[in-house]
């Protein structure tokens, strides 16, 4: 039996999203003699199918139905309507390539918008009333479905301000940390009238104690003048943006990926996270009466999602980006490597690809209390990059279409691990020989600017092309340092020559 975090961990899921399910009815937790909440073998496997039930897009409403029922007819009903509605979105996606190829050749012929605007008010040719059709089907098929729905996409995430607040905090670790929090300053909250006092507002943020506990931390913004009485304190939050995304409770951990993905991947924000300056993760209830009315469902609740970003400066787009795009040829000795194998989607392109190091450092900490003495100083990280192992035509030299299938995400190791949670796995990485391209900024300007590997892989290549060079095909590795232990301010791509070894696994 596991601890709803260890469970949460070993799953790759947010403490918040089991708590959710079990209020929801999916799961069950035990509350055993120390007090604490344990999954046993059976709700594990539970969780499993619900993860399986959700990357099949199925709403948690439905999955609810399901399991709460546990009646063939309703899974057969629901499953049913999915196939329905995925095959409508198929019809809309078909009908959206219709109007993109037809605007397309409408351009190429016409090399005007207003040509191309009056093409379309033709009501009697052919090209244009196929264009219409399509266009009246999208609308309405995309009206039907944001009636039926509440999913959401990146076109949902906005820029906003938070100017410099002042709000008394609450923070604590327990089995049901939201709910404590939420009590104690609930009874602030209407003693004082606060949520009828202008600039209220309402903010709340998950974290980690030193001992790996989850807790919570709660704010209300206060007038400035307020005398805050313990155990809450009064804190001043720094101003500054934040990328936000509105959220459901039920699919709040999803929602958080997303969020994640879309600033690591922008070109025009980076991550300002800054907790001394109380610059948080920040989950904002909208609502605040209906949010925490008891009448109000788990699938009706309503936050909004914040990450700390700040804008890439002029300043910061001229810093110096070092490259060795002329390799190096290197020996690497043999390495032991810990860490998770990470699927990719279809067709990955080698710069797009997701490695999510959270998961990794997760699944770490929970091999044991001596991890730290397993594993190599320092905070830098491996990744093997696997591809298409069907042909000999290197898939990481091949230009702009070089496709992942998976990554294998890892630290170096001085000792084996002696247990192995979570798909924590060893693997060694034979001594052999590479041609190395590196591309790295200045330490002093780390967080300012993020380093990209896709100048490495095109300039690799390139090289390899014209010097004929004989590659194994089937692998790359790419290394990253980190000199302050945190952010990256290195890149090094290994391309393998050929050898005879091939990487080797160890067996748990």
């Known amino acids: 039996m596991l601890r709803i975090g260890e469970a949460a961990t070993a799953c790759g899921v947010s403490n918040r999203t089991l708590r959710h399910w079990e209020a929801a009815g999916l799961l069950e937790s035990h509350r055993m003699d120390n007090g604490y909440r344990y999954f046993d073998n059976k709700n594990m496997m539970r969780i499993k199918q619900i993860m399986l039930l959700r990357k099949l897009r199925l709403p948690i409403q439905d999955i609810q139905r399901i399991f709460v029922t546990g009646e063939l007819s309703i899974v057969l009903e629901v499953l049913t309507r999915h196939v329905e509605e995925t095959n409508q979105q198929a019809d809309e996606l078909k009908a959206l390539g219709v109007v993109l190829k037809r605007l397309i050749e409408i351009v190429k012929s016409k090399q005007s918008l207003e040509n191309v605007f009056q093409y379309l008010n033709i009501p009697d040719h052919a090209a244009a009333l196929e264009l219409r059709n399509a266009l009246q089907r999208i609308l309405s098929e995309r009206e039907k479905a944001m009636r039926q729905h509440s999913s959401y996409s990146n076109n949902d995430i906005r820029i906003i301000h938070l100017p410099k607040m002042v709000v008394a905090s609450y923070s604590v670790v327990s089995e049901t940390p939201e709910k404590d929090c939420r009590d104690m300053l609930h009874t602030l909250v209407l003693e004082h009238a606060l949520h009828e006092k202008s600039g209220f507002r309402h903010f709340g943020f998950g974290f980690n104690d030193d001992n790996k506990n989850y807790g919570y931390e709660m704010w209300v913004v206060i007038p400035d003048d307020f005398e805050v009485q313990e155990p809450l304190i009064k804190k001043v939050v720094t101003p500054g943006l934040y990328a936000a995304l509105p959220a459901y409770l039920t699919i709040i951990g999803e929602r958080w990926g997303q969020l994640s993905d879309w600033v690591e991947d922008n070109d025009t924000y980076r991550l300002d996270w800054r907790p001394d300056d109380n610059r948080h993760y920040l989950e904002e209830c909208m609502d605040y009466f209906t949010f925490h009315g008891e009448e109000t469902s788990e699938s009706q609740k309503q936050l909004d999602l914040l990450y700390p970003i700040a804008k890439i400066s002029k300043d910061n787009q001229t810093i110096e980006v070092h490259r060795t795009l002329e390799p190096k040829r290197v020996l690497l000795p043999e390495i032991m490597l810990g860490g998770c194998i990470f699927p990719q989607k279809e067709n990955t392109l080698l710069w797009h690809k997701k490695v999510p190091w959270y998961k990794l450092a997760q699944n770490i900490y929970q091999s044991g209390k001596d991890w730290m003495s397993r594993t190599k100083e320092g905070n830098n990280t491996f990744t093997l990059v696997y591809g298409d192992a069907s042909s000999d035509t290197a898939f990481y030299a091949d230009g702009k279409r070089g496709k992942v299938d998976q990554c294998f995400a890892a630290v170096e190791m001085t000792k084996s691990f002696e247990s192995y949670p979570g798909g924590l796995e060893e693997r060694k990485l034979p001594e052999l020989e590479y041609l190395v391209f590196s591309t790295w900024i200045s330490p ?65």
């Open 444 to 508: 002093e300007h780390v967080g300012n600017i993020k380093l990209k590997s896709k100048e490495l892989y095109m300039a690799a290549s390139e090289y390899i092309a014209n010097h004929h060079c004989k590659v194994d095909p089937h692998f790359c590795l790419e290394r990253e340092y980190r000199k302050d232990g945190k952010m990256v301010d290195k890149i090094e791509l290994y391309v393998p020559l050929s050898h005879d070894n091939e990487i080797t696994n160890y067996s748990q």
